[in-house]
């Protein structure tokens, strides 16, 4: 049986939001990743929709939702999931999130553990490791450098080499065309206070963390990445992390069917109960 997507948009307390519905059955609620939006889970979806309710919001200043002028924070994005979900009269949810979307998920799980049965994050954020307070720094440094100190780089980049910098001039730029192109991702990430951004991180919540989690995780990506995983999974109650030795960053794009099976068998093992969604 083919299943048709079905694009909607609700009032909430903060504006409009835009959130694509696909299959039937037991519901999961899809968060996508810092520099994306709920697209990208359409593959996912598909191969899940025989048997689940698939259920993947924009978060509020990201693809067709509303760009609110707000101070967004995670505290702000998980309250109107909250909205959302209590909307769509759902008492208890399986969700997935990605990076971003993994830090809004398990920070919701924490905060409301009555609402989810169980969470599969993709390579979460939110996460503080040994070298995160210095990455954060660099990203804050890079997203305040011109156009015209790039230039200069490149002039002057055998002359950096020589002092023993290996800097990837063309990636920091591509990184920080992406960052602009996603606002609202790189202030809840990047352009708050340090003050802030710690407090939001979840190192002293996931220890009391019940519901049942599979932290997934390519091999093949950054290793600050794959550290902030394993300590998530570390750290977590209930957590099982699953290494992809064969992926990088991306895997709803390059591992879909793989994905679709692990959540398959993580919902099956932890026998999870689910909410169908209701039609308004």
């Known amino acids: 049986m083919n299943y048709l997507f079905r694009n909607s948009r609700i009032k909430l307390s903060q504006g409009l939001l835009f959130w694509r519905e696909i299959g039937q059955g037991t519901s999961v609620i899809f968060l996508h990743g810092s520099w994306n939006d709920g697209s990208q889970w359409v593959s996912l979806m598909e191969y899940l929709a ?19 002028d707000l101070h967004y924070s995670i505290d702000l994005q998980l309250e109107c999931l909250s909205e959302f979900l209590q909307a769509l009269k759902l008492d208890r949810v399986v969700l997935v999130g990605d990076s971003l979307g993994a830090w809004i998920a398990a920070s919701y799980a924490c905060k409301y553990p009555q609402n989810v049965s169980g969470l599969v994050l993709l390579s979460p954020s939110g996460v503080e490791t040994e070298h995160w307070e210095r990455q954060c720094h660099q990203m804050q440094s890079l997203i305040e450098r011109s156009p015209l100190v790039f230039g200069l780089m490149r002039i002057f980049k055998p002359l950096l080499r020589l002092f023993g910098s290996e ?47 599979l932290v997934l995780q390519g091999g093949k990506d950054e ?51 689910h909410t169908q969604v209701q039609r308004h």
């Open 50 to 68: 025989k048997d689940m309710q698939c259920v993947a919001p924009d978060l509020f200043g990201f693809g067709e939702s509303e760009y609110p």
């Open 223 to 273: 290793a600050e990445t794959i550290d902030r995983s394993r300590t998530f999974s570390r750290l977590a109650a209930r957590s099982n992390l699953k290494m992809i030795a064969h992926a990088g960053n991306d895997l709803t794009s390059s591992c879909t069917g793989l994905l679709a099976e692990e959540i398959r068998e993580f919902m099956t093992q932890k026998n999870l109960q």
């Open 167 to 213: 800097v990837d001039i063309g990636a920091d730029l591509r990184q920080k065309q992406i960052m602009e192109g996603y606002p609202v991702a790189t202030q809840i990430l990047f352009k708050r206070q340090t003050s802030e951004i710690l407090a939001e991180t979840l190192n002293q919540y996931l220890p009391a963390l019940e519901v049942p989690t």
